[in-house]
């Protein structure tokens, strides 16, 4: 254990391949090679590729949010579980949900989204800081490629290497019954390892003007 002291004690200068094996060596949990990531100045956005979302577990987080939609989403968009709201403005049924798939490709988000236009380039900027998390896995660059094939728009838009924050916003959506509703979103990360994040709207009479932006 002689490593792990070091380490702690700021005397070892490793890399990331060489910390990860010393990881496997000794059997560590995800918790502790996060630590040990960030005691040695690593980046500490482990991911853990064994971790399988359990829906069921996830699925108070969204029921409990009734001030608007809310939704969980894995690292690459897609919706593992959200709540009636959430389905009944994107008109979703079981099947499984990508949101930037959707938005691109959906034509039911022209009606969903009335600022479509202006909500494409954030989505994108906010889709591709999303995907710099994950700079190895080749799930994203499938995703990307289909887009890229199937959705001319999100082509161009790709191609303009746009980059936004991903933290919250304002959002403009329609709601069946009662026409545009404007809205402000919040994504709240889960644990690194687990890539999952929850978005919650909050309906919002007084959203900043201007472009507003598109929430996965």
Not at 36 to 55: E, Q, S, V
């Amino acid at each position: 254990m002689s490593w792990y002291t070091w380490i702690e004690q700021g005397r070892a200068n490793v890399s990331a391949q060489v910390l990860d094996a010393i990881a496997r060596v000794l059997g560590l949990s995800a918790d502790q090679r996060i630590y040990m990531r960030r005691l040695a100045g690593l980046n500490a956005d482990y991911i853990d590729a064994r971790y399988t979302p359990d829906k069921r577990e996830l699925i108070p987080y969204v029921d409990n949010w009734n001030q608007g939609p809310a939704y969980v989403l894995d690292r690459y968009w897609n919706v593992i579980t959200a709540n009636d709201q959430f389905h009944t403005l994107w008109a979703a049924t079981q099947r499984r949900i990508n949101i930037v798939e959707h938005f691109f490709t959906d034509p039911h988000a022209r009606t969903l989204y009335p600022l479509w236009e202006s909500a494409a380039p954030t989505l994108t900027g906010r889709f591709r800081s999303q995907a710099s998390r994950y700079p190895d896995d080749p799930e994203f660059r499938c995703l990307t490629r289909r887009l890229v094939t199937t959705s001319p728009a999100f082509a161009q838009l790709w191609a303009q290497h746009l980059v936004t924050d991903d933290a919250c916003g304002p959002d403009s959506l329609f709601h069946p019954g009662t026409g545009p509703q404007k809205y402000m979103w919040t994504s709240l990360r889960f644990a690194d390892r687990t890539g999952l994040t929850m978005v919650v709207y909050l309906p919002c009479h007084d959203a900043p003007s201007g472009a507003l932006a598109e929430r996965a």
